[in-house]
């Protein structure tokens, strides 16, 4: 065997054994969940403080995100409710929903690896900077687990997820 192909070949493996045991030791560290599909929702405030675009550029800086699917109405009444009936019940409820259904809103799919942790953090940095301390009038919803996003999509827009 000559020198050439003894060295390339012992590069090869070296390569390949470096890899493959950098991997199996990184394994279990990987904080990866895979393609996730959210549910995002620009509340009335987000549009009578003119801050819709300000958020939808936040949303569309990330180009390992897509925008799937759109809807811009006020809300009925019905839907916002099935989608926090878990809060039914609550003393703020009622007057949530008149807030929820008092404008225009946008409900959106946003799709792409980790898309609920990564529109989840947007959401924090878009309250901490234009709605900071506010509980209800804080621009924008979005999911905060696949489940839910599930569960928000399908009811939002009819169809199963």
């Known amino acids: 065997m000559s020198d050439g192909l003894f060295l390339a070949k012992n590069i090869f493996w070296g390569f390949y054994i470096n890899m493959y045991t950098l991997f199996t030791q990184n ?5 990866f969940t895979g393609y996730e599909r959210t549910f995002v929702m620009l509340k009335p405030d987000a549009f ?3 801050l819709d675009s300000v958020i939808m550029d936040k949303i569309k800086e990330d180009k390992s995100l897509i925008i799937s699917k759109t809807w811009e109405g006020v809300a009925p009444r019905k839907k916002v409710e099935k ?3 878990s ?5 703020f409820f009622k007057e949530w929903m008149d807030f929820m259904t ?11 690896e980790d898309a609920v942790s ?20 804080n621009l924008v919803h979005s999911s905060d687990t ?11 827009f ?3 997820t």
């Open 27 to 31: 394994f279990n560290n990987l904080n």
């Open 48 to 50: 009578k403080r003119n």
């Open 83 to 85: 989608n926090w009936e």
């Open 87 to 91: 809060k039914r019940g609550k003393s």
């Open 102 to 112: 008092s404008g225009k809103v946008r409900g959106m799919v946003v799709e792409g």
């Open 118 to 137: 990564k529109v989840l953090n947007l959401k924090i940095a878009i309250r901490n900077k234009f709605a900071k301390g506010q509980k209800r009038e």
């Open 146 to 156: 696949v489940q839910d996003a599930k569960r928000e999509i399908g009811n939002f």
């Open 158 to 160: 009819d169809y199963e």
